[in-house]
């Protein structure tokens, strides 16, 4: 039995549902000798700001039971060298991009929007209102329905490309965030990034990160994103969910889209296995045969409850 993996989200054509995770997968270019990036749903690229930025101080990262603790204090070389060095490439490539993206205020935010509105090969853009790693990350806006709600407006209004918004899962309530997002005019939501968390080395009693405190992430906090998932999808917001947090096999995946995601994010789980995506990608399909299912868009949103 074929089975048809493409999705359409927001009139841009995915050719499977798995994407690399923002922050995880550099801007799809590095690993190109062992993975084409056309082969995947997309690129999230890592997060891009209106200048570069220097990010965190060491160690920024280190393993935790079941995932990792990482405060990269999102370097990146600024919106300009993105067009000019990363894009042509991932055209060439044909790669499906999705242009993650973030500023220090407000002001910083639209103008990056307005910059990635003009690049050729951008599909849609993704907006972080969750990095809980850096003072001005965006999180302060992720955390608050309101300011959630003009940042997403203000970025609205200077791009036609589709707009994603990313959203934090250090919020008591998540659905409250989702809908500002959707009714200030967010096309997609994806959910989630990381968890504030802290570790601790106790012949040092230092903290294991430069900037203490970090975002956890992997399969420990696949449950909390399920969840999350779940409760906006059963909010019924009208908007095509992305799916994220501790995926590592098509079962995973699969789990996201039975809970409502429509597209899924592979952030971690590239660390330890580069071609990760690949493989989830293959048990997917696997998966969809298994359950019968000829497109994976008849499953989106299916589980019983
Ligand atoms: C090292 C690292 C860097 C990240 N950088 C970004 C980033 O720049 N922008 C962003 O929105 N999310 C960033 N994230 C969050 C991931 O995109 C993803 O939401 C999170 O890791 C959960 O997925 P996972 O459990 O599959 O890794 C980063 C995550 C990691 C581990």
């Known amino acids: 039995m074929t089975v048809d993996l493409a999705m359409e ?36 690229t890592k997060g891009i700001s209106p200048l570069p930025r220097k990010g965190n101080p060491p160690p920024r ?25 990363k894009m042509p490439p991932l055209r060439a490539a044909g790669a499906t991009v999705v242009a993650n993206f973030f500023g220090d205020d407000p002001d910083e935010y639209v103008s990056c929007a307005a910059a990635l509105d003009k690049i050729d ?20 806006y992720g955390t608050d329905p309101r300011l959630a709600g003009r940042l997403v407006s203000a970025c609205r209004a200077v791009t036609t490309k589709p707009l994603w918004a990313k959203l934090t899962p250090n919020v008591t309530d998540i659905v409250a ?16 990034n990381t968890l504030s968390g802290i570790g601790i080395n106790v ?13 956890l ?7 909390v994103a399920l969840r999350m998932v ?19 096999t098509g079962e995973d995946a699969l789990e996201f889209i039975l809970a409502g995601a429509s597209l899924v994010q592979v952030g971690t789980a590239t660390f330890s296995e580069p071609t990760a995506m690949l493989r989830i990608t293959d048990e997917l399909r696997q998966w969809c045969r298994e359950l019968g299912a000829e497109r994976v868009g008849d499953l989106v949103g299916t589980l019983k409850v």
Not at 237 to 244: A, C, E, K, S
């Open 230 to 248: 779940h409760q906006v999808y059963a909010a019924g917001l009208g908007v095509p969910l992305v799916g994220i947090g501790g995926i590592t």
């Open 9 to 44: 989200l927001c009139g841009v054509r995915f050719a499977t549902p798995v994407l690399s995770a923002s922050g995880t997968f550099g801007y799809g270019l590095e690993t190109a000798a062992v993975l084409d990036p056309a082969d995947l749903g997309g690129v999230v």
């Open 177 to 192: 965030v989702a809908r500002a997002c959707v009714e200030a005019g967010a096309d997609a939501l994806s959910l989630i």
């Open 121 to 140: 090969g951008v599909a849609a853009l993704e907006l972080n209102i969750s990095c809980p790693n850096v003072a001005h990350g965006g999180m302060q």
């Open 217 to 223: 992430s992997g399969p420990a906090i696949k449950p």
């Open 61 to 85: 990262i280190c393993e935790t039971a079941a995932g990792m603790l990482n405060s990269i204090g999102l370097e990146n070389p600024g919106v300009e060298w993105f067009a000019d060095e």
């Open 203 to 215: 012949r040092t009693r230092r903290p294991r990160l430069g900037n203490l405190f970090g975002g």
